[in-house]
């Protein structure tokens, strides 16, 4: 088997979004099935046997595309959590977990729809419905995946679920998921959340009865910096937000976007992180391109450098590399 191109995730993992699109991660460039609603049987598509096929005989696969480049541009093989390196690529990550033995799904990730209440600037109606009534308001902005009565042959073998968005809280679709899983106590728990909803005495109840809870909370800048480049966000939600997974003892990581429009306001978000001692992950934004910050101009590229230099943050290495480049 290929250490370039072996990737677990094709025999333990699937993505499943809105419109009913299976894709085999979240990094992955295009929809490789339509979602019927038999979850057990979509590892076990032709599809699904060709990319293992293809990973197993070192074939470039296009959509692995992004971890192929992220691994280039890292120029390391290190595991997903290095502090050095901005995450060199999903890939790595789940080869760090899995094996590529045997054919079970472990990990799902589901979108159950893309309704969401922000308009984030470097989002789109794919993952925002209030980003579809903005720039499309002649067309149905939802979009659903089946019925959740419709899920059907869920497999007992699913340790860990992501709920993924729009925004996951907004809608009660993951809690019928989780009043209905079977071993909801050996599971792990996952949102993507943008903190904006408060966790209720109903999700509490469900959560509390899992194996593990976590939630990466998108948090882009301090106060009005976050509620500027998340457009509908408030920050005294957020706060409420972060405090009651403190109060409940609910892991969670603090995941920042950084792109030119929050980026010269970084420092205010290096010390929110520091004085509350959060754990973080700063990624970059590179599409839209107008949001790169490779696109700032040479005094404030500058600016961030030597800032980035004297500040101990993680990933730093990747992002000045990539300002460089």
Same mark, same amino acid.
């Given at each position: &088997? $290929?250490?370039?191109?072996?990737?677990?995730?094709?025999?333990?993992?699937?993505?499943?979004?809105?419109?009913?699109?299976?894709?085999?991660?979240?990094?992955?460039?295009?929809?490789?099935?339509?979602?019927?609603?038999?979850?057990?049987?979509?590892?076990?598509?032709?599809?699904?046997?060709?990319?293992?096929?293809?990973?197993?005989?070192?074939?470039?696969?296009?959509?692995?595309?992004?971890?192929?480049?992220?691994?280039?541009?890292?120029? $390391?093989?290190?595991?997903?959590?290095?502090?050095?390196?901005?995450?060199?690529?999903?890939?790595?990550?789940?080869?760090?977990?899995?094996?590529?033995?045997?054919?079970?799904?472990?990990?799902?990730?589901?979108?159950?729809?893309?309704?969401?209440?922000?308009?984030?600037? &470097?989002?789109?109606?794919?993952?925002?419905?209030?980003?579809?009534?903005?720039?499309?308001?002649?067309?149905?902005?939802?979009?659903?995946?089946?019925?959740?009565?419709?899920?059907?042959?869920?497999?007992?073998?699913?340790? $860990?679920?992501?709920?993924?968005?729009?925004?996951?809280? &907004?809608?009660?679709?993951?809690?019928?998921?989780?009043?209905?899983?079977?071993?909801?106590?050996?599971?792990?728990?996952?949102?993507?959340?943008?903190?904006?909803?408060?966790?209720?005495?109903?999700?509490?109840?469900?959560?509390?009865?899992?194996?593990?809870?976590?939630?990466?909370?998108?948090? !882009?800048?301090?106060?009005?910096?976050?509620?500027?480049?998340?457009?509908?966000?408030?920050?005294?939600?957020?706060?409420?937000?972060?405090?009651?997974?403190?109060?409940?003892?609910?892991?969670?990581?603090?995941?920042?976007?950084?792109?030119?429009?929050?980026? &010269?306001?970084?420092?205010?978000?290096?010390?929110?992180?520091?004085?509350?001692?959060?754990?973080?992950?700063?990624?970059?934004?590179?599409?839209?391109?107008?949001?790169?910050?490779?696109?700032?101009?040479?005094?404030?590229?500058?600016?961030?450098? !030597?800032?980035?230099?004297?500040?101990?943050?993680?990933?730093?290495?990747?992002?000045?590399?990539?300002?460089?480049?």
């Amino acid at each position: &088997m $290929s250490n370039k191109t072996i990737c677990s995730a094709f025999w333990h993992h699937t993505n499943i979004r809105s419109d009913n699109r299976v894709f085999p991660c979240c990094r992955f460039k295009y929809p490789v099935a339509e979602f019927d609603g038999d979850v057990d049987k979509i590892l076990t598509l032709p599809v699904y046997d060709e990319l293992r096929r293809k990973a197993k005989a070192g074939e470039h696969i296009a959509g692995c595309q992004k971890c192929y480049d992220e691994e280039a541009e890292s120029g $390391s093989n290190k595991p997903y959590r290095s502090e050095e390196y901005l995450a060199p690529s999903t890939r790595l990550e789940f080869n760090s977990k899995y094996d590529c033995k045997t054919i079970s799904l472990e990990f799902l990730e589901v979108g159950f729809d893309n309704i969401c209440n922000l308009l984030c600037v &470097m989002c789109s109606p794919e993952w925002s419905n209030a980003w579809g009534k903005k720039l499309h308001p002649e067309l149905p902005p939802k979009q659903v995946i089946k019925d959740t009565d419709d899920f059907t042959n869920i497999p007992e073998t699913i340790t $860990s679920v992501l709920f993924l968005g729009g925004e996951p809280l &907004m809608t009660n679709r993951h809690l019928k998921f989780l009043e209905e899983f079977k071993n909801i106590d050996e599971l792990t728990v996952i949102y993507n959340t943008n903190g904006t909803f408060a966790i209720t005495e109903r999700i509490k109840a469900s959560l509390d009865k899992c194996k593990a809870v976590h939630f990466y909370i998108s948090i !882009d800048g301090v106060g009005t910096t976050n509620d500027r480049v998340r457009e509908g966000s408030n920050w005294s939600d957020i706060e409420h937000f972060v405090g009651q997974c403190e109060n409940y003892k609910y892991k969670f990581q603090i995941t920042s976007a950084l792109h030119t429009e929050n980026i &010269m306001d970084l420092p205010k978000l290096v010390d929110w992180i520091k004085d509350n001692n959060y754990d973080w992950r700063p990624t970059l934004v590179t599409y839209p391109n107008n949001l790169d910050i490779a696109n700032l101009d040479d005094i404030n590229k500058s600016i961030i450098k !030597d800032y980035l230099n004297k500040t101990d943050m993680p990933f730093k290495t990747n992002i000045i590399k990539h300002l460089d480049n």
